[in-house]
């Protein structure tokens, strides 16, 4: 199958369901197919299938809640980092569950994902949102605290061109922590300019795509990777 039919099925198959966001899952097949670099996502739906995934994937693991109701997964208790074996991956698929069945006993559950546990790296996000005024509008920042307390975000308009890309990474305040202080290693900015190059052309070939989060992103001293994707749908 060609990368792009792939990426129509993922969004005719929620189409039809009547559904806009796309699970983890979905989302990070589709930016697969799209050539964009994501840790890849494996659906199990019961505990041995999970533990089987997770054999394949190698371990320590990650394994989150997939739900098309559940947009942000650690706010419910659906994500679990550095599983150690297939044991573990057992146990904690039935904890997950019931976890996750306490705070939204309304969601739908398709069962979790397992993934390789990405090294650690310096967090960032790239987005992109759609404005009513200037229709799609890509986003990047570090991730966790500065994102959400410091508000330190660069904005531009899509289609971005490398200069565009360049300056929305050297824009933000926390630039110097991309760059590497004190003796700390700093970020691929070439990665993560690239990175936001193929996200707005991804934005621009899909005028379905309403919404789309990296987040976050693990930046290295060499290459990027996204450990959480979400995208989200026009109402048709
Ligand atoms: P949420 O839906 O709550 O945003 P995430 O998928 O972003 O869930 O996971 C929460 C956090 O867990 C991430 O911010 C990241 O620090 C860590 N994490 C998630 N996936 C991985 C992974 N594959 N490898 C390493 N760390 C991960
Ligand atoms: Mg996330």
Do not use: C, W
């Amino acid at each position: 199958m060609t990368s792009s039919n792939l990426t129509e099925q993922i969004i005719s198959a929620a189409k039809n369901e009547g559904r806009t966001l796309l699970t983890e899952v979905e989302s990070k097949n589709l930016l697969m197919a799209e050539g964009i670099t994501v840790t890849d996502a494996h659906l199990a739906t019961d505990a041995d299938e999970a533990a089987a995934a997770a054999e394949k994937v190698g371990f320590p693991t990650v394994m989150k809640i997939i739900s098309p109701d559940i947009a942000h997964k650690s706010d419910v208790g659906g994500v679990v980092v550095g599983l150690a074996d297939a044991d573990a991956v057992r146990t904690g698929y039935e904890e997950m569950l019931r976890t996750v069945r306490e705070s939204a006993p309304d969601a739908r559950i398709d069962g979790v994902s397992i993934q390789t546990m990405a090294e650690p790296g310096i967090e960032v996000i790239v987005g992109s949102t759609t404005d009513p005024q200037f229709g799609p509008v890509m986003m990047f920042g570090l991730g966790g605290v500065f994102v959400e307390v410091l508000k330190d975000v660069s904005f531009r308009i899509v289609p971005l061109a490398s200069r565009d890309a360049s300056q929305m990474i050297r824009e933000i305040d926390a630039l110097p922590i991309l760059e590497g202080v004190r003796g700390q290693a700093g970020a691929d900015l070439g990665a993560l300019e690239q990175l936001l190059l193929a996200v707005s052309e991804l934005i621009e070939r899909r005028p379905e795509i309403a919404e789309l989060d990296l987040n976050p992103v693990f930046a290295y001293p060499d290459g990027a990777i996204a450990v959480d994707a979400r995208v989200v749908l026009h109402e048709e």
